[in-house]
């Protein structure tokens, strides 16, 4: 049966492309030369990823990762503008980070209703009338829409949980997190029954919902660990990552055994490989508990409400500091409590960890010329912007262009970077031929 957590996907992110401005003239009764009345273009909507705590999963983006916003509308006679594109707001779950393919960083969406622009949407192209001047009476021709931005980007889900229950598989963490929550995970006895992680909420202390001295945070119960995971052995690095946020760990050894081991030798893999995958989670409060105590024979004189102790062989005392049975519900008591007083301390002394955000500033409205072979590309939104006009045989459009590369320094920096007459220079889709103005 597939899983209905997903942690890791890709999703396709298309702005709305703009609007083409038109080229009309007015046309009235006893008017025989109305003068240009071509409206602009509206601009594409622009798509954003939110945060939410109503989504857990990162499923929706399996089998439809397009996302794509709406289209400006173009402009119309009577200096009508075209109706912009409508924003495309996606839904993701707190705790989303937003990557590069490259793997670069670009948003940490750790709060609800944090919101990251993954595309933006094309400016709308301006209609004759824009470019009316007296030295032009009747343009005839108008500027062509702008697209959206297009990117694939790859989102990656940490959760959000102020304590991470981490073990060997069939430790006994999900009977431990169906115990002290509301969460029901599926439980059975065999290894690797958990592959994804699941939450749970705890409530300890005080007499109802609204008592002030109660305790609430958030258990997870991440899938079981192997020696290796942190080299990325088995799941290793997708299990490992839910550990990161986490204000707290809990470090469970099974006092029974089952693998082989015994508890001090589970503890220090269990260790080491939190070690060798993030050197900082070493610093994080954690306690170690042997669970699963119901499994080995315990002293005689513990009551119902104690924690067992094992006898014999690898003493639990010597590395645990709790001994639970989530079967019996011996020694839970004291276990939520030391996690109540740990994430009330954690949560005043700082805050869930969470990625820097990249900063993206727009691109220079300026230029920048660079030389492929004998060929030299300019790059830079308003040199694009400036050839983009609909009809480049019209005498009057050729010269605007000019005069418009010109003002952006186009031809400058054509010149400082060698450029000599007959070169070919790409600007946008088009080519031209350079002639300098000597």
Do not use: C
């Not at 492309?17 to 080229?23: E, I, L, W």
């Not at 794509?68 to 509308?73: P, Q, T």
């Not at 509301?182 to 109802?208: C, M, N, Q, W």
């Not at 052995?233 to 490992?240: C, E």
């Amino acid at each position: 049966m597939a899983s209905d957590f997903v942690d890791e996907s890709q999703i396709h992110v298309k702005g709305g492309n703009g609007g083409a401005g038109a080229v009309s003239f007015r046309r009235e009764a006893h008017v025989s030369k109305g003068g240009p009345d071509g409206g602009d273009g509206g601009r594409g909507g622009s798509v954003y990823l939110e945060a939410t705590t109503n989504l857990a999963s990162l499923l929706s983006f399996v089998d439809h990762p397009h996302r794509r916003a709406g289209d400006g509308g173009h402009g119309g006679s009577k200096k009508r503008h075209g109706r912009n594109g409508g924003d495309l707001v996606v839904p993701v779950p707190v705790g989303t980070i937003v990557r590069h393919p490259n793997g670069d960083v670009l948003a940490d969406l750790t709060s609800s209703g944090d919101r990251y622009l993954a595309a933006a949407g094309g400016r709308g192209g301006r209609g004759n009338a824009r470019f009316l001047t007296n030295r032009l009476r009747a343009p005839a021709f108008a500027e062509q829409a702008e697209l959206g931005e297009e990117h694939w980007l790859n989102l990656e889900l940490e959760l959000m949980a102020d304590v991470a229950v981490v073990g060997f598989p069939n430790a006994g963490k999900s009977t431990l997190v169906s115990r002290i929550s509301a969460a029901r995970p599926k439980i059975a006895d065999y290894p690797f029954t958990t592959l994804e992680p699941h939450l749970g909420v705890v409530r300890f202390g005080g007499t109802s919902r609204q008592d002030e001295d109660a305790v609430e945070f958030v258990v997870a119960d991440i899938p079981g660990l192997i020696e290796g995971a942190s080299e990325g052995r088995g799941l290793g690095h997708k299990f490992l990552r839910h550990v990161e946020r986490a204000r707290v760990l809990v470090v469970l050894a099974d006092l029974g055994e089952d693998e082989g081991r015994a508890p001090s030798e589970q503890v220090r893999i269990l260790l080491d490989e939190l070690r060798r995958y993030r050197p900082e989670l070493m610093e994080r409060p954690r306690i170690i508990v042997g669970s699963r105590a119901d499994r080995r024979p315990a002293r005689t004189g513990d009551g119902p409400g104690d924690s067992p102790e094992p006898a014999g062989g690898d003493r639990a005392d010597a590395v645990t500091e709790l001994q639970i049975s989530a079967v019996t519900g011996a020694g839970l008591p004291r276990l939520l409590g030391r996690l109540a007083v740990l994430v009330a301390e954690a949560r005043t002394a700082t805050p869930l960890p969470r990625h820097a955000i990249v900063v993206h500033r727009p691109e220079p409205e300026g230029v920048t010329v660079n030389r492929v072979g004998a060929v030299f590309v300019v790059a830079g939104r308003e040199a694009a912007r400036a050839v983009a006009v609909s009809d480049l045989t019209d005498p009057d459009a050729l010269e605007h262009i000019h005069r418009r590369l010109k003002r952006i320094g186009v031809d400058r920096a054509l010149g400082r970077a060698g450029a000599q007459d007959g070169d070919t220079v790409h600007i946008g889709e088009l080519s031209f031929t350079y002639e300098s103005e000597r």
